[in-house]
T-cell receptor, first 113, second 117 residues
Framework: GEDVEQSLFLSVREGDSSVINCTYT??????LYWYKQEPGAGLQLLTY?????DMKQDQRLTVLLNKKDKHLSLRIADTQTGDSAIYFC?????????????FGKGTKLSVKP | DAGVIQSPRHEVTEMGQEVTLRCKPI?????LFWYRQTMMRGLELLIY????????DSGMPEDRFSAKMPNASFSTLKIQPSEPRDSAVYFC???????????????FGQGTRLTVV
């Protein structure tokens, strides 16, 4: 099937690291994405990774990609209360039209002070 | 640029009524997407336009749904007649996409929360 899988909830304490995991569907997907949705808002692209990379770091964000296992993770270092949001993993498999992202159902990150 | 602008932000309507959702994409973008978000199904692409032409409408649920893009700066999603199961948040997104490029950021609007009673 075409399901991008994510756990639905994650709760961490402020200052800790958060790790959000995702399993995607198509090992030939070229780009994989992480989007963030704050309450009442649309989705905002956080970062993406090209499939020939296994890691990408951007300030507090680290993306790890395991193509063999079709596993993607997003690590947020020094998590802040402002990071509380829903995080979506997404891919565009080659057989889909450009722009036709398959999203996971999202992981709701709660950051406790 | 003000980003992708959607209207209305909230819509409550009675079953059987026609509903029209509106979207103004970011100026210069050539691709526009309508997504629907529900708790049960998450985010689903309904339809995708490129250069005002519908490219992929395989996600449109049924004939009650229709979408148009009469020009590069405006799109509508219409539901007629509406049903309670259409209740969801509808997002419009736009991007600039070159041929063969999948590394494009889609910018999302704030969504229209539709409630059909």
């Amino acid at each position: 099937g075409e399901d991008v899988e994510q756990s639905l909830f994650l709760s961490v304490r402020e200052g800790d690291s958060s790790v959000i995991n995702c399993t995607y569907t198509d090992s030939s997907s070229t780009y994989l994405y992480w989007y963030k949705q704050e309450p009442g808002a649309g989705l905002q692209l956080l970062t993406y990774i090209f499939s020939n990379m296994d890691m990408k770091q951007d300030q507090r964000l680290t993306v790890l990609l395991n193509k063999k296992d079709k596993h993607l993770s997003l690590r947020i270092a020094d998590t802040q209360t402002g990071d509380s949001a829903i995080y979506f993993c997404a891919e565009i498999p080659p057989r889909r039209s450009q722009g036709n992202l398959i999203f996971g159902k999202g992981t709701k990150l709660s950051v406790k002070p | 640029d003000a980003g992708v602008i959607q209207s209305p932000r909230h819509e409550v309507t009675e079953m059987g009524q026609e509903v029209t959702l509106r979207c103004k994409p970011i100026s210069g973008h050539n691709s526009l997407f309508w997504y629907r978000q529900t708790m049960m199904r998450g985010l689903e692409l309904l339809i995708y336009f490129n250069n005002n032409v519908p490219i992929d409408d395989s996600g449109m649920p049924e004939d009650r749904f229709s979408a148009k893009m009469p020009n590069a700066s405006f799109s509508t999603l219409k539901i007629q007649p509406s049903e309670p199961r259409d209740s969801a948040v509808y997002f419009c997104a736009s991007s600039w996409e070159g041929y063969g490029s999948r590394n494009t950021e889609a910018f999302f609007g704030q969504g229209t929360r539709l409630t059909v009673v």
